[in-house]
């Protein structure tokens, strides 16, 4: 990503002196003063209970998932209940992809915090690319492994399905999930990812990760971000912002055992969280 660069001359990241965002297409610059549609409460929907069986079938079971996410969720509803907004928060069994389809209407802003995953070319058959990118909800222990091929899979929220959901009006979805911006091009535009899919279903703006990232940082990032949005900052200024805090941090050793020492903070840890759209 633009904010890892190096300014030249300096020790510096390009993140430390610019705000940047990305837009999915040109039109996004002409439709960022359109009127947008009446919408409903906050959405904030993390640490789900992907051990939820929603019937009595079995499936592969998976145990790699952290738990930093139990109280990542939790902290962004209180960051949102201070503001005075009115906020859904959908944990454990209710995380289940179905809540972002039953609501009448669409939710001002949506926060997902789970694991995300991109199917690369080599791992799937591409039938519809929409159906290579995805996030685990309530139930994904017990369904066999997406392979880009299968439109619907309970406990599996893909590209797809994220098209048929109504977001016209959402001012910001944050996709606090590992790989969700990455996509394969196609379609003669943008990559079809994730952060792709919600764009086309109506999103304003979609904050979204290039890779894999770990949990603990992740976590206070999005604190530092969802803090800075909810005074009112521009989306792209308060990622910067959080990213510069987050960067001072490695510099001084604030996620190491020993705090006496500084490490580089190198652009994996903390550049993988970019800004779409307005």
């Known amino acids: 990503p633009w904010a890892a660069l190096m300014i030249p001359g300096s020790e510096r990241y390009a993140a430390e002196e610019l705000s940047l965002r990305y837009v999915i297409s040109a039109r996004d610059l002409v439709d960022r003063h359109a009127k947008r549609g009446q919408v409903g409460p906050d959405l904030v929907m993390a640490d789900c209970d992907y ?8 499936g592969k079971w998976r145990s790699d998932f952290a738990v930093a996410l139990e109280t990542e969720g939790p902290r962004i509803y209180q960051q949102m209940t201070d503001d005075q907004a009115t906020v859904s928060l ?5 995380a289940q992809k179905e809540a972002l389809f039953g609501q009448p209407l669409p939710p001002r802003i949506l926060y ?17 690319p929409f159906l290579c990118c995805y996030l685990a909800m309530a139930g994904y222990n017990f369904v066999p492994d997406p392979d880009g091929r299968s439109p619907s899979l309970p406990g599996v929220l893909t590209g797809a399905e994220v098209l048929l959901a109504n977001l016209q009006g959402t001012e910001l979805v944050v996709l606090s999930a590992c790989q969700s911006g990455r996509g394969i091009a196609a379609y003669g535009h943008s990559a079809a990812s994730l952060r792709h899919a919600f764009h086309l279903a109506g999103a304003r703006a979609v904050v979204s990760s290039l890779w894999s990232v770990a949990d603990e940082p ?18 792209a200024e308060a990622l910067r912002a959080a990213q510069v805090e987050m960067i001072q941090r490695l510099r001084t050793g604030f996620y190491e055992q020993d705090k006496t020492k500084s490490y580089p903070a190198h652009p994996f ?3 993988a969280f970019a800004v779409s759209g307005f």
């Open 90 to 94: 959908r944990t454990q069994e209710n």
């Open 269 to 271: 840890l903390w550049a």
């Open 218 to 235: 992740t976590g206070e990032l999005m604190v530092e971000l969802m803090d800075r949005i909810l005074q009112g900052q521009d989306k």
């Open 112 to 128: 997902l915090a789970t694991h995300g995953k991109f199917l690369e070319a080599t791992d799937a058959r591409v039938d519809d």
């Open 51 to 58: 051990e939820l069986r929603p019937s009595d079938r079995l």
